[in-house]
């Protein structure tokens, strides 16, 4: 018998390593889906998306109109992406228990092969070392899995924004205009999933067009098949009336704005549905002022701009270290503030992080290494993005083209949210983003100490 060649056996090395923290972190998505159990899964925001599913099984029509109402009125309030992925499903199987489940298993897979792009992508500029370490974090990462047991946009969007970033980092290395168009579609169904994301392929684009000027006919092509999808929306967007109150996005990113510029907002939300008495009063009372505010910004924009601004000016530097310093902690802190808190938008039962040990101690471990990862994906990103790259060595910059577009979007999503409202819930689909640039970081670090060592 012949020993394997070494060159045979690295040359699998990588697939393997890819396919065991695909399955790994498939494995731990299922087990988890099929464990928890949430109480009232249909509420909140899944309300809203079960009811977009439903009327467009039932109707054609996109409206957020309950089942069963005696008009269905179109609106344009949520991004069609996500009610779309479910009426795939409802028109499939029904609506019920099948549906349900279908859903959080498919969920399962989405979250699993988010990291295995996740892993891929960061291959781009880390060794394999590196990225399978990065690929073991963001498998056992615990709001990556449990947010798969909710019917929320989080695990699509994570799944669509990092398969194209993997697409555009493909393109890049290979000057290819076909694989930067699929990365450019990509990000168009990402931003019908989560609207943020509708400008991101265009500064992408812009900014590395400026920092790389060989990548400009490719920055063109995204550019363009970025806007395709949105625009495809907006057309239709323009023919619906949209009168009534909370019925399109414009009127969804009014609240988001006057929310999150309310630092008592979060802490008033939960006061109004755990506290006692008096707190509730006084909750009610303080979410009656936001209301107020945003009722007047939507009916007279100018207005209740000046309000606002009012507002913002008699605590000048209160409100400066809220949006600078509180709010981007915030987006990336550990317990999500609209819901049943820790890593649970709703309530939930049988969690496995409730019940097992090893799980338990898992999510114990990560939550207290949350803030250091936070500062070395800040320092990751700050390296990216004002690092030089040599126009002498064309061959090497699109792989760091890579990098730098998942630096975009992690400071284009913290800048976005931060202006409107931050909840670590929000941060979830950029979760292994920020893996990867913590995980560049440390290996920064460490081969900086290697080397002088020696």
């Not at 409206?63 to 992925?85: C, E, T």
């Not at 936070?374 to 990216?384: R, S, V």
């Amino acid at each position: 018998m012949h020993a394997a060649n070494p060159t045979e056996r690295n040359r699998w090395r990588w697939p393997m390593a890819l396919l065991i923290i695909t399955f790994f972190a498939l494995a731990l998505r299922w087990y988890y889906v099929s464990t928890a159990v949430i109480y009232e899964p249909v509420r909140g925001d899944a309300r809203q998306y079960f009811a977009y599913a439903w009327n467009l099984v039932h109707h054609g029509t996109f409206s957020k109109s309950p089942p069963g109402a005696v008009s269905i009125v179109p609106d344009n309030y949520r991004d069609p992406g996500y009610p779309l992925f479910l009426a795939i499903w409802m028109k499939a199987l029904g609506a019920g228990n099948a549906w349900y489940a279908t859903v959080l298993l498919c969920q399962a897979l989405l979250g699993a092969l988010t990291v295995t792009a996740a892993v891929q992508l960061g291959k781009h500029w880390l060794s394999t070392r590196w990225a399978i370490g990065a690929g073991l974090l963001m498998a056992v990462w615990p709001h990556s899995i449990a947010i798969d047991g909710y019917l929320l946009t989080e695990t699509l969007f994570g799944f669509l924004c990092t398969v194209g970033l993997l697409l555009w980092g493909n393109a890049c290395q290979h000057k290819n205009h076909w694989l930067a168009a699929a990365a450019g579609l990509t990000f168009g169904a990402a931003a019908l999933t989560n609207a943020i994301l509708l400008p991101f392929g265009i500064i992408l684009a812009a900014f590395l067009a400026w920092r790389m000027p060989a990548l400009r006919k490719i920055c063109l092509t995204l550019t363009i098949a970025s806007l395709l999808l949105p625009a495809s929306w907006s057309f239709r967007n323009i023919h619906i009336q949209n009168s009534a109150l909370d019925s399109s996005s414009r009127d969804r990113a009014a609240q988001n704005l006057v929310q999150g510029s309310w630092p008592s907002y979060h802490s008033a939300w939960r006061q109004s549905i755990l506290g006692n008495t008096a707190a509730k009063a006084g909750a009610r009372t303080t979410l009656g002022a936001i209301n107020k505010e945003y009722e007047t910004l939507r009916a007279a924009p100018i207005q209740g701009a000046k309000e606002i601004a009012q507002r913002l000016g008699i605590h000048p530097l209160r409100y400066a270290a809220w949006y600078l310093l509180q709010k981007p902690y915030d987006l990336w802190d550990w317990d999500i503030q609209i819901g049943q808190g820790d890593i649970y938008p709703y309530p939930t039962l049988n969690s496995p992080f409730q019940t097992n040990v090893v799980w338990l101690a898992l999510e114990i471990i990560c939550r207290t290494f949350n803030p250091l990862l936070m500062l070395l994906a800040l320092a990751g990103l700050l390296y990216a993005m004002v690092k030089r790259y040599s126009p002498s060595l064309p061959c090497k910059q699109p792989n760091q083209a890579a990098l730098i577009a998942s630096a975009c979007l992690l400071a284009f999503a913290t800048l976005v949210y931060t202006a409107l409202q931050s909840e670590p819930r929000y941060s979830i689909p950029f979760r292994s983003l920020e893996i990867l640039l913590a995980t560049t970081t440390a290996a920064k670090i460490i081969a900086w100490r290697q080397q002088r060592e020696t």
